[in-house]
Protein backbone atom coordinates (compact mmCIF):
# COMPACT_ATOMS: atom_id res chain seq x y z
CA UNK A 1 0.00 0.00 0.00
CA UNK A 2 0.96 3.60 -0.64
CA UNK A 3 2.45 5.32 2.51
CA UNK A 4 -0.53 7.54 3.28
CA UNK A 5 -1.87 8.04 7.12
CA UNK A 6 -4.87 9.79 8.30
CA UNK A 7 -5.44 10.78 11.54
CA UNK A 8 -7.14 10.96 13.45
CA UNK A 9 -9.16 7.61 12.61
CA UNK A 10 -12.03 8.32 14.50
CA UNK A 11 -13.58 11.57 15.91
CA UNK A 12 -16.68 12.72 17.73
CA UNK A 13 -17.67 16.16 18.30
CA UNK A 14 -20.05 18.51 18.92
CA UNK A 15 -22.11 21.16 16.32
CA UNK A 16 -20.36 24.00 15.75
CA UNK A 17 -16.98 23.23 16.63
CA UNK A 18 -13.90 23.36 14.90
CA UNK A 19 -12.01 20.22 13.29
CA UNK A 20 -8.66 19.34 11.31
CA UNK A 21 -8.50 16.20 9.77
CA UNK A 22 -4.93 15.55 8.66
CA UNK A 23 -3.38 13.46 5.70
CA UNK A 24 0.26 12.53 5.32
CA UNK A 25 2.16 10.99 2.43
CA UNK A 26 5.48 9.71 2.08
CA UNK A 27 5.27 9.16 -1.60
CA UNK A 28 6.37 12.85 -2.46
CA UNK A 29 3.25 12.89 -5.01
CA UNK A 30 2.07 16.19 -6.07
CA UNK A 31 -1.95 15.52 -6.16
CA UNK A 32 -3.85 15.18 -2.84
CA UNK A 33 -7.54 14.78 -2.88
CA UNK A 34 -10.14 15.12 0.09
CA UNK A 35 -13.33 12.85 -0.25
CA UNK A 36 -16.03 12.32 1.43
CA UNK A 37 -18.46 9.47 1.24
CA UNK A 38 -21.83 8.56 1.93
CA UNK A 39 -24.36 5.94 1.52
CA UNK A 40 -26.07 6.31 -1.74
CA UNK A 41 -23.49 8.50 -2.94
CA UNK A 42 -20.28 7.39 -3.64
CA UNK A 43 -17.34 9.24 -3.20
CA UNK A 44 -17.85 13.32 -3.50
CA UNK A 45 -14.59 15.19 -4.06
CA UNK A 46 -14.43 17.88 -1.25
CA UNK A 47 -10.90 19.88 -2.32
CA UNK A 48 -7.79 18.94 -4.36
CA UNK A 49 -4.40 20.04 -4.22
CA UNK A 50 -1.56 20.08 -7.11
CA UNK A 51 1.40 21.95 -5.21
CA UNK A 52 2.35 23.16 -1.80
CA UNK A 53 -0.33 26.31 -1.45
CA UNK A 54 -1.96 25.48 -4.87
CA UNK A 55 -5.64 24.15 -4.08
CA UNK A 56 -8.66 23.82 -5.96
CA UNK A 57 -12.95 23.17 -4.91
CA UNK A 58 -14.21 19.83 -5.34
CA UNK A 59 -18.01 19.11 -5.68
CA UNK A 60 -18.87 19.27 -2.21
CA UNK A 61 -16.34 22.22 -0.80
CA UNK A 62 -19.01 24.28 1.04
CA UNK A 63 -17.94 24.05 4.57
CA UNK A 64 -14.52 22.67 4.14
CA UNK A 65 -11.13 24.36 3.64
CA UNK A 66 -8.13 22.96 3.17
CA UNK A 67 -4.30 23.74 3.32
CA UNK A 68 -1.13 22.18 1.86
CA UNK A 69 1.79 23.92 3.38
CA UNK A 70 4.35 20.81 2.60
CA UNK A 71 4.70 18.46 -0.23
CA UNK A 72 3.79 15.54 2.13
CA UNK A 73 1.37 17.09 4.26
CA UNK A 74 -2.91 18.55 2.80
CA UNK A 75 -5.24 19.73 5.93
CA UNK A 76 -8.95 19.20 5.75
CA UNK A 77 -11.09 21.80 8.10
CA UNK A 78 -14.35 22.34 9.08
CA UNK A 79 -14.03 25.89 10.64
CA UNK A 80 -17.57 24.81 12.54
CA UNK A 81 -18.62 21.43 12.01
CA UNK A 82 -22.58 20.52 11.30
CA UNK A 83 -24.70 17.07 11.75
CA UNK A 84 -24.45 16.72 7.79
CA UNK A 85 -20.49 16.36 7.77
CA UNK A 86 -21.00 13.42 9.22
CA UNK A 87 -18.81 11.08 7.52
CA UNK A 88 -16.09 9.00 6.44
CA UNK A 89 -13.57 11.30 4.61
CA UNK A 90 -10.89 9.90 2.72
CA UNK A 91 -6.98 11.25 1.44
CA UNK A 92 -5.75 10.04 -1.45
CA UNK A 93 -2.73 10.54 -3.51
CA UNK A 94 -1.45 10.31 -7.45
CA UNK A 95 1.40 11.29 -9.40
CA UNK A 96 -1.03 13.41 -11.89
CA UNK A 97 -4.20 14.43 -12.05
CA UNK A 98 -6.23 12.95 -15.26
CA UNK A 99 -4.68 9.54 -15.83
CA UNK A 100 -2.58 8.13 -12.77
CA UNK A 101 -4.44 5.79 -10.45
CA UNK A 102 -5.17 7.55 -6.69
CA UNK A 103 -3.87 5.98 -3.99
CA UNK A 104 -6.08 5.96 -0.53
CA UNK A 105 -5.24 6.48 2.92
CA UNK A 106 -7.46 4.53 5.74
CA UNK A 107 -9.82 6.61 6.20
CA UNK A 108 -11.01 8.84 8.73
CA UNK A 109 -14.70 8.05 10.52
CA UNK A 110 -16.25 11.67 11.86
CA UNK A 111 -19.58 11.76 14.06
CA UNK A 112 -20.67 15.37 14.48
CA UNK A 113 -23.39 14.96 17.21
CA UNK B 1 -22.57 19.01 -13.82
CA UNK B 2 -21.16 15.41 -15.41
CA UNK B 3 -22.08 12.37 -13.46
CA UNK B 4 -20.99 9.09 -13.98
CA UNK B 5 -24.07 6.86 -13.54
CA UNK B 6 -23.37 3.08 -12.08
CA UNK B 7 -25.56 0.32 -11.87
CA UNK B 8 -27.00 -2.06 -10.34
CA UNK B 9 -26.72 -0.39 -6.87
CA UNK B 10 -26.63 -3.81 -4.58
CA UNK B 11 -25.83 -7.32 -6.31
CA UNK B 12 -26.54 -10.46 -4.19
CA UNK B 13 -24.96 -13.66 -6.18
CA UNK B 14 -24.18 -17.54 -5.06
CA UNK B 15 -20.94 -18.36 -4.97
CA UNK B 16 -19.59 -19.67 -8.44
CA UNK B 17 -21.89 -17.16 -10.36
CA UNK B 18 -21.13 -14.50 -12.12
CA UNK B 19 -21.17 -10.54 -11.60
CA UNK B 20 -21.47 -7.24 -13.89
CA UNK B 21 -21.89 -3.93 -13.35
CA UNK B 22 -22.19 -1.19 -15.39
CA UNK B 23 -21.00 2.64 -15.28
CA UNK B 24 -22.57 5.48 -18.34
CA UNK B 25 -21.50 8.62 -18.87
CA UNK B 26 -24.08 11.39 -20.70
CA UNK B 27 -20.71 12.72 -22.16
CA UNK B 28 -17.70 10.98 -23.96
CA UNK B 29 -14.84 10.22 -21.60
CA UNK B 30 -11.68 10.72 -21.61
CA UNK B 31 -10.56 7.68 -19.43
CA UNK B 32 -12.28 5.45 -16.67
CA UNK B 33 -10.75 3.41 -13.90
CA UNK B 34 -11.90 0.81 -11.61
CA UNK B 35 -11.62 0.74 -7.96
CA UNK B 36 -12.67 -2.12 -4.84
CA UNK B 37 -13.37 -1.63 -1.69
CA UNK B 38 -13.99 -4.02 0.72
CA UNK B 39 -15.75 -3.48 3.84
CA UNK B 40 -14.74 -1.53 6.12
CA UNK B 41 -11.47 -0.36 4.22
CA UNK B 42 -10.32 1.62 1.37
CA UNK B 43 -11.20 2.19 -2.30
CA UNK B 44 -8.00 0.07 -4.09
CA UNK B 45 -7.49 0.71 -7.60
CA UNK B 46 -7.83 -2.38 -9.82
CA UNK B 47 -7.61 -0.87 -13.54
CA UNK B 48 -7.64 1.98 -16.42
CA UNK B 49 -9.07 1.94 -19.65
CA UNK B 50 -8.11 5.08 -21.97
CA UNK B 51 -9.09 3.61 -26.13
CA UNK B 52 -12.19 3.19 -27.21
CA UNK B 53 -13.48 -0.43 -27.11
CA UNK B 54 -10.77 -1.76 -25.03
CA UNK B 55 -11.14 -4.65 -23.13
CA UNK B 56 -8.70 -5.98 -20.11
CA UNK B 57 -8.47 -8.78 -17.79
CA UNK B 58 -7.34 -9.54 -14.70
CA UNK B 59 -7.72 -13.40 -14.11
CA UNK B 60 -11.77 -13.89 -13.57
CA UNK B 61 -12.20 -9.92 -13.95
CA UNK B 62 -13.01 -8.16 -17.32
CA UNK B 63 -13.14 -4.78 -17.80
CA UNK B 64 -14.66 -3.23 -21.26
CA UNK B 65 -14.71 0.26 -22.46
CA UNK B 66 -17.82 1.09 -24.83
CA UNK B 67 -16.92 2.30 -28.16
CA UNK B 68 -18.22 5.85 -28.02
CA UNK B 69 -16.20 6.22 -24.27
CA UNK B 70 -19.77 6.37 -22.86
CA UNK B 71 -20.13 3.45 -20.76
CA UNK B 72 -18.14 0.57 -19.43
CA UNK B 73 -18.58 -2.81 -17.82
CA UNK B 74 -16.67 -4.74 -14.75
CA UNK B 75 -17.46 -8.62 -15.17
CA UNK B 76 -16.41 -11.11 -12.54
CA UNK B 77 -16.36 -14.97 -13.87
CA UNK B 78 -17.45 -17.57 -11.27
CA UNK B 79 -17.41 -15.45 -8.07
CA UNK B 80 -15.60 -16.21 -4.53
CA UNK B 81 -16.45 -14.87 -1.65
CA UNK B 82 -12.91 -12.68 -1.65
CA UNK B 83 -14.78 -10.60 -4.24
CA UNK B 84 -17.62 -9.52 -1.60
CA UNK B 85 -17.03 -5.52 -2.00
CA UNK B 86 -18.49 -2.65 -3.38
CA UNK B 87 -16.82 -1.71 -6.97
CA UNK B 88 -16.40 1.66 -8.08
CA UNK B 89 -16.05 2.66 -11.51
CA UNK B 90 -14.31 7.18 -11.81
CA UNK B 91 -14.21 8.33 -15.21
CA UNK B 92 -12.63 11.51 -16.35
CA UNK B 93 -13.77 14.10 -18.84
CA UNK B 94 -11.06 16.11 -21.05
CA UNK B 95 -10.53 19.12 -18.22
CA UNK B 96 -11.65 17.59 -14.77
CA UNK B 97 -10.79 15.53 -11.82
CA UNK B 98 -12.15 11.65 -11.47
CA UNK B 99 -15.79 11.79 -10.85
CA UNK B 100 -16.75 8.50 -9.13
CA UNK B 101 -19.86 6.92 -9.91
CA UNK B 102 -21.87 5.45 -6.61
CA UNK B 103 -20.63 1.77 -6.89
CA UNK B 104 -22.24 -1.51 -7.01
CA UNK B 105 -22.06 -3.33 -3.63
CA UNK B 106 -21.39 -7.18 -4.31
CA UNK B 107 -22.48 -9.84 -1.80
CA UNK B 108 -21.33 -13.23 -2.48
CA UNK B 109 -23.43 -16.16 -0.21
CA UNK B 110 -21.34 -19.43 0.10
Known amino acids: DAGITQSPRHKVTETGTPVTLRCHQT?????MYWYRQDPGHGLRLIHY???????DKGEVSDGYSVSRSKTEDFLLTLESATSSQTSVYFC????????????FGDGTRLSIL | GQQVMQIPQYQHVQEGEDFTTYCNSS?????IQWYKQRPGGHPVFLIQ?????EVKKQKRLTFQFGEAKKNSSLHITATQTTDVGTYFC??????????FGTGTRLQVFP
Open chain 1, 92 to 103: AISAGLRNQPQH
Open chain 1, 27 to 31: ENHRY
Open chain 1, 49 to 55: SYGVKDT
Open chain 2, 27 to 31: TTLSN
Open chain 2, 49 to 53: LVKSG
Open chain 2, 90 to 99: AGTYNTDKLI
